[in-house]
């Protein structure tokens, strides 16, 4: 449930290598699947979300919120894959649509918290001085609250909905993974690459933009990969305490807690659906995050 | 029998007795939010257990329940120890004066109430109170009954005198407001002991709610010298009462007992609100409230035996209890608390009646309730609950135009009219919808979903929402300031018609969130809060109930859920308890002095 | 040395300022407050009244009054009295602390030992069938919702046979042995997340130190295989493994306000929630702030143990 999770993995992965590998992009793939068979087939789980998310509409029957398109509580069957909930909707095109709510919030809420990791990180970690040293009391403080106790706090001032929820998320994620960054910036900084750039009178800007960015880069993008999982979790457990994407947006947390609960006695498909998919779904993310660490990770390669 | 002439001509009192506010709150469970607000009972949300909500004030008809109670041929057993299940903690006010709703389940063990309503809500019966003399018009003299407080002391004048002063604020002026009950002693001038067992009330008007006010479930009486002996609200295990049951000791969200009162002054003859021959009551050794985190977990338990009974358990657990505990019994009454549609009056297009007469005629409110509750849980109700005597009846509601499920066709083709006639005839105005939690299984959440879709099918355009507060205490706030469009929410009656009716419907009343004010209503309400033949008022409240039916709509009363306690085979003495008004878990947990247990 | 051991005491000086401002702030702006809870019966004229109440509970206080007098009397261990039992906040958390200590320590230490355990053999045998199997079930662990993984753990005995785990809270005195069991559940499943992240930092530190040259300097030396892991390998990587556990038990932490509210695990986080929904301010100040301190003050042990430990690591 936190975004601590993501930075223990992050946080072995500063590294420093040229950019420009995307001619190469093709044979990698070969030898990621090659050498990481569970990343690869992680990649495959993620892709049908992106799949099923993107074409909610055109693969689900039936539209999330549609009542009475079968008997209400009905089980699994041919009409109705997952079978129908208490308002005879169809479980299977809800659990569809959650994909895609899901993947907004989850993919939203990272690439948010990572953009702003990576401008708070470069600045703190480059610039140093009373901004890097507030900001850093301001990280020391946000990571001593339980994130999911603040993000409740939060969302109870702010109010359910999908984007408050995306955003408190998103900013808290921000500040524990710009000390990741920030740590990555602070060691592009000090090597003889960046030194030689300022000697020849390269400007901050230039050099932020040019050598140190593109430089912390993998870290980003594992921080991404890892976070993702974590942030639909994180999501499902405000939904289970009543703060999440407030209904009826069929959202995997929400069919998971009190609907899904409320039923589970006499129509446990309701909270079994749901729970397999997003299971699935953070398992393969946090699968292909560890995958893409092994691989972007220089320290780690080389081995056998 | 004490009724006295002066209660047969005026059936209640008016008592300002405001719904039980502790909702269950629900994050998920059933549990993980304390919220408050709102009262509840009758729903899912609040399913069975503890703060739960639902009130009770009654005492069952004593030849109703007399018969009931104590079946032919069974020798009543003595000795065992009652599980009561809660699933919220009850870590608020304990001081029964100024608590809301928490510190009532603790009193209905510890303590005892001046007076009670009967099983119908036709008359009030006594207590502590044992029996009454209307002198003249403002003037009232009042005998307390020969019993002892846990203390050992006997209940004297002085004690009734202390607690009414006490319920009125009195004795802590700058603090008045914290007293959530005084106004169920509006009109009470002065009261004093006139000897050792007689008190003397004076009224600065001509007062007939004063005993009903007393009913009240949440007014238990408390020792005049509970301060003086190192007595302290903030300690439960400190609280002194005068009931069938003692503290022994108390843990919140842990475990709390209670051992049994031996020298409880209900003994056989003494009232008329148990069973006929019950002597040295309670026949229990005492009783514990244990926590369970959720319902589920609850009926568990129940099925398992660890829990005695459930309280009205949501349709869902009802199959949930049926499928672990087959052997289990259920009583169910109809019970007071309705569920309803507020519209908010101040705000467009819900000021324009015509807007609320329209919306009120499209959705099919069997459909709801019985989703919600399941058939035969739930009774039709006008603006007055059908738990009154003086409210239209059920069946009479169920036949009118936008209840009756018979003519709905026509009721959808006249509110389409209704919609042209208020200069719309395609609207496309928000309809938010706010129900109490984001709780999204349960009457309210439920019934917003479908109430949606049964509006969109009649107006494709209309932008009907839910409007989801982010937890109960916003519920609340947004209630009692009026932020809303239109609220689906329950509430719980208080034990007088005229006192209900003017708290929801009055310009100045104090349940009247969406400010609704109509002249010719106020006027009916307060003539029926000064009339003592009850022929009159009742009168005087169905053209009320009529006319707020007719030409007002200020908000659409769905149902009248019943009320159900689920009890294990073993458990005997709690047949046929519930009342109409003031009925459900505080019902059940008053009436544990009369639970035995046969095994 | 001493120099980094005062900036860093010195640090955490703005950064709990920096905490109790965040929460007073952030409490204050909740939609109602316990008046409106304690008043919702008779909300008429109640203008005055109400002051008088506010004034008596200290809510009448601005919020940089509040954050000032807050402040001193935490300082001096005056975290106030609830606004509904008036009961001095420390008292109600030391009330409730050893459910949460008893649930926290249980779930950390499971964390711990199969985390770095799996993290281990994992990195052993990195990209052998071992290493995947071992993964998989500590990521899925990880993956599945804790919330989701309790529910099902109650449900599906009930389903299957009628019968789950009791969730009736049994006291210490009640039953000693079934106080301590009931732990158990609720700890494994606690426990499952932050395992998973030990595991993962564990392997990944493993797996750089293995390949670091004094380790092929032992292999070199024809040291066992066994001992090498053990007693070198392990040893430096367990270095960023320590590094966690403040973080760790912030984690935990908000894992606890899910598993007691399904368990019905009287602890702190159960608390809280309670407290949240009567707006019980100076409880849910009381508890925030206090873990808050808490893995502040364990951050800065590990912070200061791992300077000690390994020379090496960069101050600053």
Known sequence: MTAEHSIAQAGSTAVFREPGLLSKALAQTSRFTRRQPLGAASAV?????????????????????????????????????????????????????????SLYVGLGATLISAALATVLGA???????????????????????????????????????????????????????????????????????????????????????????????????????????????????????GYGVPPPNPTWGGMMSSSGRTYMLIAPWMLIAPTIALSLVVFAMNMLGDALRDELDPRMRGSR | MIDSTYWSRATAGRVSRRRLIRGGATAGLGLATAALIGCGGGDEDEAAPAATSAPAATAAAAATTAAAATPAGEQIKRGGTHHYPATTALN???????????????????????????????????ELIASWEQVDDTTLTFTVRDGKWHSGRAIDAEDAVFNLMRISGRLEPEQVARYQRRTTLTGMDSAEAIDEKTVRVKFTQPTSTFLGGLSDFRNSWVPRDFFDNGGDFKDPNTLVGSGAFAIDHWEDEVKSTFKRNPEYWKTAGVTDTWPAGAENLPYLDGLE?????????????????????????????????????????????????????????????????????ALFRVPAYDVLANEALGEGYWNYTGPLTAGFGAAIPSDEIAKMPGWNPATKDADIAEAKKLMSAAGMDDPTFDVPIMPPSATQAGFYFDSSVRMIDMLKKVWPNINATIDLPADSATFGKRQVEGDFGTIIYIIFPQPDAVLELQSQYLSTGSRNYGKFKSQEIDDLLLKAGTQFDS???????????????????????????????????????????GGRIDGGAYDAWRHTEHMWFDK | MSRYLAARILALVPAMFLLVVFVVVLVRLLPGNAIDIMLQEQVKGTGTQRAEIEKRMGLDRSIPEEIVHYSFGAIRGDLGESLWSQQPVTTLIVSRLPVTLKLGVLALGLAIVTGIAIGVLSAVRQNGPLDFLLRSISILGLSIPNFALATLVIVMPLIWWGWSPSVIYTTQGDNFIGHYTQFVIPGVILGLSSSATLMRITRTSMLEVTRQDYIRTARAKGLAELRIIVRHALRNALIPVVSLLGLQIAALVGGTVIIETVFG????????????????????????????????????????????????AKVG
């Open chain 1, 45 to 101: 789980v993620v892709v049908l979300l992106v799949v099923a998310a993107v074409f909610a509409n055109v693969i689900a029957p039936y539209g999330p919120n549609e009542n009475n398109v079968g008997p209400s509580l009905s089980g699994p069957s041919a009409s109705h894959l997952f079978g129908t909930d208490n308002f005879g909707r169809d479980m299977f095109s809800r659990v569809i649509y959650g994909a895609r709510i």
């Open chain 1, 123 to 241: 600045i703190s970690g480059y610039f140093g001085g009373p901004f890097d040293y507030i900001l850093q009391r301001f990280v020391d403080t946000a990571q001593s609250i339980p994130a999911l106790i603040m993000l409740i706090g939060v969302l109870v001032v702010l109010g359910p909905s999908i984007n408050n929820v995306m955003a408190a998320i998103a900013f808290r994620f921000a500040l524990s993974l710009s000390r990741v960054t920030r740590g990555d910036v602070i060691v592009a900084r000090s090597t003889p690459y960046v030194d030689a750039a300022r000697s020849i009178g390269g400007t901050d800007m230039r050099i932020l933009f040019r050598h140190i960015l593109p430089n912390i880069f993998p870290t980003v993008i594992v921080l991404i990969s890892t976070s993702i999982g974590v942030v639909i979790v994180s999501e499902a457990s405000l939904s289970f305490l």
């Open chain 2, 92 to 126: 608020d006010e304990m001081d029964p004066h100024k608590s809301t709703s928490q510190a009532a389940i603790l009193w209905s063990f510890i303590g005892n109430t001046g007076t009670r309503l009967d099983r119908e809500a036709t008359k009030v019966v006594p």
């Open chain 2, 289 to 357: 409230i244990v926590w369970v985190p959720d319902t589920t977990s609850a009926i568990a338990a129940f099925a398992g035996g660890d829990i005695d009974y459930i309280l009205n358990p949501s349709r869902t657990d009802r199959e949930t209890i049926k499928k672990l505990n087959a052997k289990a019994r259920e009583e169910i009454w109809p019970f007071g608390n309705w569920h309803h549609w507020r519209f908010n009056p101040q705000r467009k297009p819900f000021d324009d009646v015509r807007v609320r007469q």
């Open chain 2, 535 to 577: 022929n009159e008022r009742k009168a005087t409240l169905i053209e009320a109930q009529r006319k707020l039916i007719t030409d007002h709509m200020a908000m659409v009363t769905i149902d009248m859920p019943n009320y159900t306690a689920w009890l294990n085979p073993y458990v005997k003495g709690m047949e046929g308890f």
């Open chain 3, 265 to 312: 695990l009287p602890g702190i986080g159960r608390l809280l929630v309670t407290s949240l929904g009567i707006r019980d301010y100076p409880v849910i100040q009381g508890i925030t702030v206090m873990t808050g301190v808490s893995v502040m003050l364990t951050n800065l042990i590990v912070d200061l143990s791992y300077n000690w430990i390994d020379p090496r």
